[in-house]
């Protein structure tokens, strides 16, 4: 898909604390967003290297969930909104999917390739 941001992007407001975590780390609800989505960004544990294939599975807040089929996919590489100083340097670099597990659910993930050396996956929302 094309490089540029994701249409929903823009209803989602920033994250103040990141990974799904209040300030004093413990976990929080989800932020609902306009289209009826649940907002998480909270750090996944994958059984693949690459991209999400069928039968895969990830396990979120201690839960296994079998991917049954990858809905969608696109990369970004926008800058965040708080650098003042924009440049290539300081750029997100985020593969995303939209899958569908085997229980039913829709969700969309990505995984951050800001760090080289150890790319993280998250749970960026829950669409269904």
């Known amino acids: 898909m ?3 941001s994701h249409p929903e992007d823009a209803s989602l407001g920033p994250d103040p604390y990141g990974e799904g975590q209040n300030r004093k780390g413990a976990s929080r609800p989800a932020w609902p967003t306009r289209e009826g989505a649940e907002f998480f960004c909270e750090k996944l544990k994958v059984s693949w290297q690459g ?3 069928e039968g895969e599975t990830f396990t ?3 839960k296994e969930y079998e991917i049954r089929t990858v809905l969608t996919s696109w990369r970004e590489w926008r ?3 708080t650098v003042a100083h924009k440049s290539w340097r300081t750029r997100r670099h985020r593969n995303f999917y939209h899958i569908r ?3 039913g659910e829709t969700f969309e993930i990505f995984l951050d390739r800001t ?4 790319p993280e996956w998250f749970l960026r929302k829950r669409l269904s």
């Open 2 to 4: 094309s490089g540029a």
């Open 51 to 53: 991209a999400p294939q």
């Open 60 to 62: 979120w807040r201690g």
């Open 79 to 81: 800058t965040p909104a």
């Open 101 to 103: 597990t085997h229980s």
């Open 115 to 118: 760090n080289k050396a150890k």
